[in-house]
């Protein structure tokens, strides 16, 4: 596993993870910010299904602090029993990793406490309509569709776990299909990605789209004999310059705290003097 920051071009190789308690399992990760420490962790679910126990789930947790001046992987306790959905991405929003569950609930992880809680699902038919679990603008929302409207469900107040809020985008002949949604645009307008490679508005004031526009240099998400199908996805990006360099920022970290030890035993010095 790799992490990559495109605004310093730095990447590094994650430490391999230990080998989960039973074979053939299959993991789902999370990546987010604690904002008490000021670094960022990797998180991984190791879901197994033991057919000696008549099929039960086994779920493991483990969590890697970079930056730390111990980055290996911890395994973390009270981890709920509890299967992640299959296909389904991790979602964070304000220091907190989402992911969707076969459960038809919603598995939370605190990136500060490093607690797991389960939270009631919205009124949601089937979990294969979801297309999405994501922030959008600063809430969690599980997209739903397409058929002739895309639902965005929106947790407005992540304190209360059944307030959730519904926005339907009304879909025309050819925009179906492939579509997903990216950022809240401007005033009551949301900007979408189409087959890929499309970009397009739509206004909830008025129910109309707005300007159409290609993304230059993506292949088309097509399949035939000689051609592999593409498909991309597209998220907002915030630029930040935190160092990817384990060694670095530990150094870094270490020398602070020298030089405050120094510091600190001047001023003393100076004091009995």
Same mark, same amino acid.
């Not at 992490?3 to 994650?14: F, M």
């Not at 294969?128 to 959008?136: C, D, G, Q």
């Not at 895309?150 to 304190?159: A, H």
């Not at 008025?206 to 998220?235: A, L, M, W």
């Given at each position: ?33 604690? @904002? ?9 679910? %190791? !879901? ?14 483990? +969590? ?6 111990? @980055? %290996? ?18 979602? +964070? ?14 598995? @939370? ?19 294969? @309509? ?13 997209? +739903? ?15 209360? !776990? ?75 990006? +915030? ?10 920022? %530990? ?23």
């Amino acid at each position: 596993m790799y992490i990559y920051n495109p605004a310093t071009q730095e990447s590094i190789k994650l430490c391999k993870l230990p080998s989960p308690q039973f074979e053939k399992a299959y993991l789902v990760p999370g990546f987010g910010f604690d @904002s008490s420490s000021k670094q960022y962790k990797v998180v991984q679910l %190791s !879901h197994t299904r033991i057919e000696k126990n008549g099929g039960d789930i086994n779920t493991e947790a483990q +969590v890697l602090t970079l930056g730390g001046l111990n @980055s %290996s992987w911890r395994r973390l306790e009270n981890v709920p029993k509890i299967e992640s959905y299959v296909g389904s991405s991790s979602a +964070v929003v304000n220091g907190v990793l989402y992911w969707i569950t076969t459960g038809k609930q919603i598995l @939370s992880f605190d990136l500060v406490s490093e607690k797991f809680e389960l939270i009631a699902f919205p009124p949601i038919q089937s979990l294969s @309509s979801i297309i999405l679990l994501m922030n959008l603008s600063g809430y969690l929302t599980v997209a +739903v569709g397409p058929c002739r409207y895309l639902e965005l469900w929106m947790l407005k107040d992540s304190n209360e !776990h059944g307030s959730w809020t519904t926005l339907r985008i009304k879909l025309l002949p050819g925009i179906g299909g492939n579509i997903f949604p990216i950022c809240l645009w401007k005033e009551n307008e949301i900007l979408l990605l189409c087959n890929s490679r499309i970009l397009i508005c739509y206004s909830f004031y008025n129910g109309e789209y707005g300007p159409i526009f290609e993304i230059d240099g993506i292949p088309k998400n097509k399949e035939d004999s000689t051609t592999r199908s593409h498909s991309y996805e597209v998220y907002p990006y +915030v630029a930040n310059l935190i160092s990817l360099n384990l060694e670095s920022v %530990s150094q870094s970290a270490r020398s602070k705290g020298m030089k405050g030890t120094l510091s600190a035993t001047k001023k003393q010095m100076q004091e009995r003097c």
